[in-house]
């Protein structure tokens, strides 16, 4: 163990990795701290030790009495580990490293946050809504604050932003679905390019989803109804 | 010598093969201070000479490990014992079976010779007196008939030495 902790902190100075011919030392940063080669299906511990996946799993599953990490004796939780996937080949061949008579699942996959919000498709729908906005003469108060806003254009928004940004917590924030608040930053993120972190963007990004769907019901409906 | 040709004692593995190949390459290009491999063709038993180190109660004594590594190495600690003369140390039987926890139950999988060399010569210089474990007699006389000190049930009880 602390030869291993002594490899990590011990590196020198790095250096171009290409202009050493030891190759054996070079890779060191990226060899599994259990069989030493460079890592095969690699997973990353939240304590940061690299290992194959096969490696960790047979550890963990048939030897250790422990959920502990090998270097380090942090807390391994299996839904937690955070795979590595480099270029190069894609799929690794389950055969390449066997152990006998155990079998080994698929390495935990990487878990993926939402896409990051696209600007310009946001700016698009917004002069959409502006545009239906503008048909709905008698609709809901809430309808009414829309037009209302839409028609103040850049005044109001910076109002709302505000209100936004008081906003404690973005979970409770989605999924009350304020259609009110959703609408707010919508015009908030309009006016200033998306201050808000994405997080909280993405968030904004499906409610303006819902919120297109419901006005376009609304029109429909006012349209039909008139 | 006891316990030195464990009977059911497999090939390595392959995965075991490689790493072992690993560390012999890792220990040439930089052994740890006071312990010399001594050079044989067999890569699943290794002779270590060790030094005590100045200053401490061992200090210019020589003494030898014998390290035997399983068919699953590392996934399975290696036994690690003194070969006859073994020091005289609290934690150090007089058929050479060290009581460290890392032997056995705190095995890891990312420890090496070499960091186990270094636990056993800290393990050493610590100690304050030189004499067997209270238990040795009875301890050395159940493992007569070459009993490896894997098969025992350790209990660590010290931490200071």
Redesign the interface.
Known sequence: ????LGESTSVPPPQSPSCSGNG?NDAGDFEC?????LAQDPIVTLCG?LFCWP?LY??LH??S?SQ?C??C?ALVEEEKLVPLYGRGKTQSDPRS?S??GIDIPHRPSGQRPETAPLPDANQFANYGFGFMGGFVPMATARIGNFTLATAFGGLIPSLFNIQFHGFPDATVYGTTSGFPYGFHSFHGGHAHGFPQPSSRGQQADNVLKNLLLVIGVFVILALLCW | MTSSSAPSRKAL?K?AC??LQ??M?EWQVNPPAGFKHKVTDNLQRWVIEVSGAPGTLYANEIYQLQVDFPE?Y???APQVIFLPPAPLHPHIYSNGHICLD?LY?SW?????V??VC??ILSMLSSSTVKQRPADNDRYVKNCRNGRSPKETRWWFHDDKV
Do not use: L, Q
Not at chain 1, 33 to 37: G, K, L, Q, S
Not at chain 2, 108 to 112: D, F, I, L, Q, V
């Open positions: 163990m602390e030869g291993g054996a701290n259990i069989c030493f080669e030790h490696c047979r550890w048939h030897h009495h502990e090998p270097v004796k490293k152990y006998p | 593995s995965i490689n790493r690993k560390e390459v699953h590392p996934m399975e890392i139950d890891s999988p990312a420890m090496t070499s960091s270094i636990s």
